[in-house]
C-alpha cells in the first residue's frame, strides 16, 4: 500500500502522502508488535485461544491490560479512529483515486476484521475493560469527522472524514453484547462493511472519472468541477446519487439497511445513548452527502471546467457492479444479514 500510494512519482502530494502513510504504518505497527510482546510476556503464548483463557480467568496483570493497549492502539491507526486519524485526508488527497478507494475500502474492512477477532473472539470476557473505551471512542470518532467533512471543498477530503465518520459507526456495533458477553454487533459489522466497501470503492471510481485521472491534480476534486454533473454525463451522475445517499443512510439503498442494523444492535444491547447519537451525527453527514447532489444537479458547470474523462470498460463494470450491489441490499438485504449473522456467532469466543 505504501509503493501504491506514491506510484504518480511526478506528482509532489503523492510521494509527500507515500512518506506519511509508511512513517504512521510504521509507528503504529510498532504499538501492534510492542503490545503483543507483552501480551507473550504476561501469557507465556501468542495463540489466541489461551490469551482469551487467561483473560477468562480474570484479574489480569498490568504487563496484560497494557499489551491490549498497545495492540488496540495499532489496529486503531489502521481503522483511523480519532485521534488516530491524521494520516488520512492527506494520505486519500493525494494518492492515486484508484487506489484511494482501494485503501479506503479494503483496508477497513481487513482491520475491523482484526478488530473482531482480537475484543469478541479473545477479550470478550474481559469486555468491561475496554467497552468504555470504545464507546467514548465511537462517539469522538462520528462527531468529529462529521463535523470536519462540512467544512470539506475537495471531494477526495469529504470522502476521507466520511470514512472515518463510518469507523465511529462500526465502533457502536463493537460494543454491543448480550447478557452472556455474546456479541449483537459482529453480524451488523460485517453486512456493514460489505456495503460500505461497494459504495466507496464506486464512490472513489466516480471521483477519479470527474478528476481526470489524477491528470489535474487537486483541483479536479474540487466541488466546483462537479457542478451540472448530472446533464453532462448522466450516468456518471445517477451513480453517484446512489452512492452519496446509500453513504447518508437513504432508503432504499443498502447503507440505510447497514445503519439501521447497527443501530437496532445498540438498543437491543442497552446502548441507546450511543444510537441516538449515531443517528444524529448520520443527519449531520446527510448535509455533505446532499451537498454534492445539490452541486451536480442544481447548479450550472463553469465554461473552464472540462467534461469528464471518457469512463472505460473496466472501471465502468465497477460502476455498475457497486450500483447494483447497493439497491439489491437496500432492496433485498436479508440473505447476507444472516449469512453475516451466523459468521459474527462463529467469530464469538476463541476459547
Known sequence: MYVMTGMSRGRVRSVESALKYFLMGAFSSGFLVYGMALLYGSTGSLDL????RYAAAGDPSKLFVAGIGLILVGLFFKI???????????VYTGAPTNVTGYMAAATKTAAFAVLLRVLIGTFG????GWIPLITVLSIVTMTVA????????????????????????????????????????AGPILFYLTIYGLMTVGAFAVAAAVGRGDARGEDGYD??????????????????????LSLAGIPPTGGFFGKYAIFQAA???????????????????????????????MREAEDDVPMPMPVAPSVAIVHVIAVVGVLFLGVNPGGLLDLANDLGRSLTFAY
Open 49 to 52: 485461544a489461551e490469551i482469551g
Open 80 to 90: 483511523a479512529v480519532v485521534p488516530f486519524h491524521q494520516w488520512v485526508p492527506d
Open 125 to 128: 470476557t474481559y469486555a468491561d
Open 146 to 185: 462529521n463535523l470536519v467533512a462540512l467544512a470539506q471543498n475537495n471531494i477526495k477530503r469529504m470522502l476521507a472524514f466520511s470514512s472515518i465518520a463510518h469507523a465511529g459507526y462500526l465502533l457502536i456495533a463493537l460494543v454491543c453484547l448480550d447478557g452472556d458477553g455474546r456479541s449483537l454487533g
Open 223 to 244: 466541488l466546483y468541477s462537479w457542478a451540472g454533473l448530472g446533464t453532462r454525463r448522466p450516468m456518471l451522475g445517477v451513480a453517484m446519487a446512489i452512492f452519496l
Open 267 to 297: 438498543i437491543r444491547s442497552g446502548h441507546v445513548m450511543l444510537a441516538v447519537v449515531g443517528m444524529l451525527n448520520a443527519v449531520v453527514a446527510a448535509y455533505y452527502y446532499l451537498r454534492v447532489l445539490v452541486t451536480m444537479y
